[in-house]
């Protein structure tokens, strides 16, 4: 198929920042693409036609959506992942200006089941506003692990909203990004980017290459004071230097969604760490200011518990911030095999 040989073969690679002892390296791919008519099509037509032949015997149609997460599922095993940090729009072009209002989906398909797991997905009357300084999406996946025992595809359907009613909505970029995750280019225990450029950006995803790992569902509690606060949860995986944002509410200074049972609405729950290795939560809490808001900046709080991996079962941990404790509860999962 024509355009995935463009996507898989056809990389230009750049170091962009390589980390001494042990720490991963960076790099940054981007993808040669020749094609700049495609990206009035969500789907290249190859693409969709491809898929459709290969995959419909087996009952996986190309809108289809995965489930998750995996916790406990039969027939699972240690198995490598990708654990993606960010995605981002670069590279502005084709007449936009910052802001803009993006809506649309950014998924990952893998050998599990070739279905959409949704890192961003948002309607047109959710958008979310991108300025020159924080190009970056409000991830709100992946919601089960992204296996890489074979290829994975980042598929990427994005349109700028309208700021008028006689301004049209625009397709921002609608591409794929190939990570072969076999071969001279799999970088394993290595943070990488992998950008796609188009007429109007180019979109880039930060992830990495886990070699064995298990699947973490995170569940975070308020146990006990006050539930009102403005701050930001994160994880991250021992010898990963890149955060897992679980929530984050400091940078419009509002307060973190919290449910009547005390547990916090995180904007994704699910994180893959090595099977001999440590999950780290940490909680920060915004300082308020003299109005009683938050400045977005100072920190009034902060605490981390640590996980050791498991194959199975539950762990929890107190994190204790002083005017209120949470529980966060991790749920372990090997990766299925179907």
């Known amino acids: 198929m024509a355009a995935e040989t463009s996507v898989s073969e056809a990389a230009a ?11 991963a390296k960076r790099q940054l791919v981007v993808v040669d693409d ?3 008519d495609s990206d009035s099509e969500p789907n290249p037509y190859e693409y969709r036609v491809f898929f459709e032949w290969l995959w419909d015997y087996y009952g996986c149609k190309i809108d289809d959506v995965t489930r998750g997460p995996t916790y406990r599922t039969p027939g699972a095993r240690i198995s490598p992942c990708v654990e993606v940090y960010s995605c981002r729009v670069i590279d502005l072009t084709g ?28 309607p047109r009357g959710d958008a979310q506003t991108l300025t020159a300084e924080d190009p970056s999406f409000v ?18 359907d994005l349109k700028v909203r309208g700021k008028t009613q006689s301004d049209r909505d625009k397709v921002l970029s609608a591409r794929y990004i190939v990570y072969e995750t076999m071969g001279p280019n799999c970088m394993v225990g290595q943070v990488r980017s992998k950008a796609r450029p188009g007429k109007r950006c180019s979109v880039e995803v930060t992830f990495a290459h886990l070699a064995g790992a298990v699947e973490a569902a995170i569940e975070v509690r308020v146990v006990q004071g006050s539930s009102g606060f403005c701050g930001r949860i994160v994880a991250r995986t021992d010898g990963y230097d890149d955060d897992v944002v ?18 916090i609405k995180l904007a994704r729950s699910v994180a893959v760490v090595e099977s001999t290795g440590v999950l780290k939560i940490h909680a920060i809490i915004a300082r308020s200011d003299s109005s009683g808001g938050y400045d977005g900046v100072g920190v009034a709080a902060e605490d981390h518990a640590e996980f050791a991996a498991q194959r199975f079962e539950s762990s929890c941990r107190t994190l204790d911030l002083g005017f209120c404790k949470m529980l966060a509860t991790v749920s372990w999962s090997m990766i299925p095999l179907i």
């Open 13 to 23: 690679i750049l170091d962009v920042a390589v980390a001494g002892d042990g720490e």
């Open 34 to 36: 020749d094609d700049s």
């Open 95 to 122: 007449g936009l200006e910052w802001p803009i209002d993006v809506f649309g989906f950014v998924a990952a398909r893998d050998g599990l089941d070739r279905k959409r797991n949704y890192i961003f997905n948002r």
């Open 139 to 156: 991830l709100t996946g992946p919601i089960r692990a992204i296996n890489c025992s074979q290829r994975i595809e980042f598929e990427v």
């Open 246 to 263: 679980l929530a984050d509410s400091s940078n419009d200074g509002s307060v973190l969604a919290v449910a009547d049972d005390g547990v």
